[in-house]
């Protein structure tokens, strides 16, 4: 079972910049796709950013609120996945974790690492 560890969160001004990366322990080359998701307390996780990969074909989905400044990669040979976040909001404070989803549609999950965007 793969191990998924996040880095990169901290506290940043509004208008600053973060980068996020998720490690995993095993190869990721074989998941249908990574996806990263933020949740603040007594909300619904939110689907940040996915990036889905059949075959040469690569699609990427972003939520309307990140759109234009958040960009998600995906380092196979490297085994990262990491999320690139322009132009911070203070709503865009958040737990950031990172997840994995194989052929069988079972997620794997990261711990997470919070980000904080100060106004």
């Known amino acids: 079972q793969v191990q998924l560890v996040e880095s990169g969160g901290g506290l940043v001004q509004a208008g600053g910049s973060l980068r996020l990366s998720c490690a995993a322990s095993g190869s990721i080359s074989s998941f249908n796709a990574m996806e990263w998701y933020r949740q603040v307390p007594g909300k619904e996780r939110e689907l940040v950013a996915r990036i889905r990969s059949s075959g040469s074909i690569v699609s990427i989905y972003y939520a309307d609120s990140v759109k234009g400044r958040f960009t998600i990669s995906r380092a196979n040979a490297k085994n990262t996945l990491s999320l690139q976040m322009n132009s911070l909001k203070p709503e865009d404070t958040a737990m950031y974790c990172c997840?994995?989803?194989?052929?069988?549609?079972?997620?794997?999950w990261g711990q997470g690492t919070q980000v904080t965007v100060s106004s």
């Open positions: 997840a994995a989803r194989d052929r069988g549609d079972t997620r794997y």
